[in-house]
């Protein structure tokens, strides 16, 4: 009697371990993936096609964006050139994008506000919109960085990249970024 109890809670703690494996097996594969930043327009560290350069249209790149944080309420991008003479030089500034937009079509219109809520920002250029970067001399890096925030934010239409990033603080739930690289 005692060896068929004992074969039998062998075989429970069996079970048990197996069904506790399966669990972590399926919680470590449910694990939440990181906001990810992709163009069909160019490679993560490539460089950018000349349609999306002074040299070319001029024309803002395709973006997409994945895997937002739950509590996302509204979405940014800053896009912006380190590498500038004097400091980083903001090409395109926009925020207040809803979770419900994953992608910007290439070519994104110029406007100050859209229908749908985005509003755009003003770039070193102090145009509204994307503006395409035009380095004069050697090669650039372009980094473009999307934000998931946890609130709409109360910005005019027009503000600048630090504006943005001062009524961002706090709000930051996630970063995800794509660097696209042109030079003369």
Known sequence: MLKRNAGKTLGFFLIGAALMGAWSFAWAGSAKKS???ISSGFDDGGKLPERYTCDGAGISPELRWKN???????????????????STWTHWVVYNIPPNVLEFLENFPKDAQLPNGIT????DFKTIG????????GKHRYFFRIYALNSLLALPSGASAEQLRQAMKGHILS???????YGQ
Do not use: F
Request: net charge positive; aromatic share 4%.
């Open 68 to 86: 937002l944080p739950h509590k996302t309420k509204s979405l940014a991008l800053i896009v912006e050139d380190p590498d500038a003479a004097y």
């Open 175 to 181: 970063t995800a970024q794509m660097m696209g690289k």
């Open 35 to 37: 906001l990810r930043l």
């Open 120 to 123: 755009q920002g003003m770039s």
């Open 130 to 137: 994307y503006g395409a970067p035009c380095p004069p001399n």
